[in-house]
């Protein structure tokens, strides 16, 4: 079972968390802390906007580089600007004043969630030495610097790890779908063998008898009709959905008349089912009851034509001579050409 968080949940925690921040700000403006209001508000108002814009819904679950840059360049300006009015040796602290600490880690953890961890490491970076350089190494933990480091941490790591389970469950449904694929093929080849040996066991077993019960001594006429199965075996091979009971037993008419009759079924009738197929064959079979060709072959149509299957029958007008030189097929005259649609015609 797969489970999973609706996005806009994320999106609406991250902002409530985001405005939360905003009012701590705004709660510490009347205690003095910083020696002008200006930049605090003006820093606010940044960070509003740059939590807007990296929360904004979007589609693409990686933040465009843009934008990443634009949350980076905040980062550089909230501690600058907020910083700038405080006092960092003030006794008892700067309260809540310092609220832009959270500020950068929160924006920086979105930063690193949406897939841009470099971006996220490089505006921690800079907290950590402007943090440094303006309230000493001390003050790394006493402002929560090391905090917000160890959310865009841990967001780095949840990130790589959840991204990693998307690629393997990935790979393992392309592998389960192989394996489904391979063991359907593997089952319609084991019953399309087993559905062949039993017609061709139905179709060959009386003869089979026979040549036990005559020891193999067959006449003329049973070796005809060996000949004759063993054609209409091959018919199933390829004649597959040009088949049916009806067809069947025009072919074996056809032949035991002298016709060599040939199915091909390459396809071109998948599409049918049902009364159109049936119309088909059943004019199929009409063409094969009506011929007196030597030679018939019929051939079904790729899709995308309007005729289904093309039958040919072939008259052969070889006097000898003809096949002396080689080319007595050339010499074979058409005297059946039937095109049966695709579509009954109205």
Request: proline share 4%.
């Amino acid at each position: 079972m797969r489970v999973t968080v609706p996005r806009p949940l994320i999106v609406v925690v991250a902002a409530l968390f985001s405005s939360y921040l905003i009012v701590l700000g705004v709660y510490s403006l009347p205690f003095g802390f910083a020696s002008s209001n200006g930049p605090v508000i003006a820093a606010m108002a940044i960070y509003a906007i740059a939590t807007f814009a990296v929360l904004f819904p979007d589609k693409r679950p990686r933040m465009p580089v843009w934008l990443a840059a634009f949350a980076v360049a905040i980062t550089v300006v909230l501690p600058l600007l907020v910083a700038s009015v405080l006092d960092p040796q003030r006794e008892g602290g700067n309260g809540y004043a310092t609220w832009y600490v959270a500020a950068v880690g929160t924006l920086m953890t979105i930063t690193a969630v949406r897939r841009r961890p470099g971006f996220a490491w490089f505006g921690i970076g800079f907290l950590v030495v402007q943090t440094v350089l303006w309230a000493g190494p001390g003050a790394l933990a006493g402002l929560g610097v090391i905090g917000s480091a160890s959310w865009v941490g841990v967001a780095h790591l949840l990130t790589n790890a959840l991204a990693k389970a998307v690629r393997d469950s990935q790979r393992f449904a392309i592998a389960e779908r192989g394996a489904t694929e391979w063991q359907a093929a593997q089952e319609a080849h084991l019953n399309e063998r087993q559905f062949r040996l039993g017609q061709t066991t139905v179709m060959a077993l009386p003869m089979l008898r026979t040549i036990q019960q005559s020891g193999g001594d067959l006449t003329a006429a049973q070796r005809a009709e060996c000949l004759h199965l063993e054609g209409a075996i091959r018919d199933e091979i390829r004649g597959r959905k040009l088949l049916n009971d009806t067809v069947r037993e025009q072919v074996m008419l056809a032949r035991r008349r002298g016709t060599t009759v040939t199915l091909l079924d390459e396809g071109g009738i998948d599409d049918l089912e049902g009364e159109e197929l049936d119309r088909v064959l059943g004019a199929l079979a009409d063409a094969l009851r009506r011929t007196n060709a030597d030679k018939v072959i019929a051939r079904t149509v790729p899709e995308g034509s309007d005729v289904a299957v093309t039958v040919v029958g072939l008259r052969s007008s070889d006097d000898g001579s003809a096949s002396l030189l080689g080319d007595s097929l050339d010499d074979d005259e058409v005297d059946l050409w039937l095109e049966i649609p695709r579509v009954a015609s109205a």
